[in-house]
């Protein structure tokens, strides 16, 4: 998985990158599916608590998740990303959950009228 990171308007520390790939990464236990990862970094108003604003945006094979929080702190919003996130895989995954021998026409490509036409013999 590539995961990108961008910092606006700052230099980002060295790290903080390595924790946010490492919390990213851990995603991986979800879904296995996650090709990319761009995590985008900035502080929203610098005289305010809360100003700390990270958005992360997971791209799986056939869709993307989006999840964007603010805290006090990048680890802290960081943290809530892939919370949210994290759910929305769990979501995913039992939404396209299949039992042994049965075929999701989505997964295929196919619509599931052309389902029909196929011969499949998965038993």
Do not use: W
Request: aromatic share 6%.
């Amino acid at each position: 998985m590539e995961i990108r990171i961008q910092a606006v308007h700052f230099d980002a520390k060295e790290q903080l990158k390595t924790f946010i790939e490492k919390k990213i990464k851990k995603l991986t236990r979800f879904s296995v599916e996650i090709l990319e990862a761009e995590v985008f970094l900035k502080i929203v108003k610098p005289e305010v608590a809360h100003n700390k604003n990270a958005s992360v945006r997971l791209m799986i094979k056939g869709k993307e998740m989006f999840a964007e929080k603010l805290a006090d702190t990048f680890e802290e919003a960081i943290d809530l990303c892939c919370d949210a996130l994290k759910s929305q895989l769990e979501k995913y995954k039992e939404k396209h959950h299949t039992t042994k021998g049965e075929v999701v026409p989505e997964l295929l490509g196919v619509d599931e009228d052309d389902l029909d036409d196929l011969d499949l013999d998965l038993d």
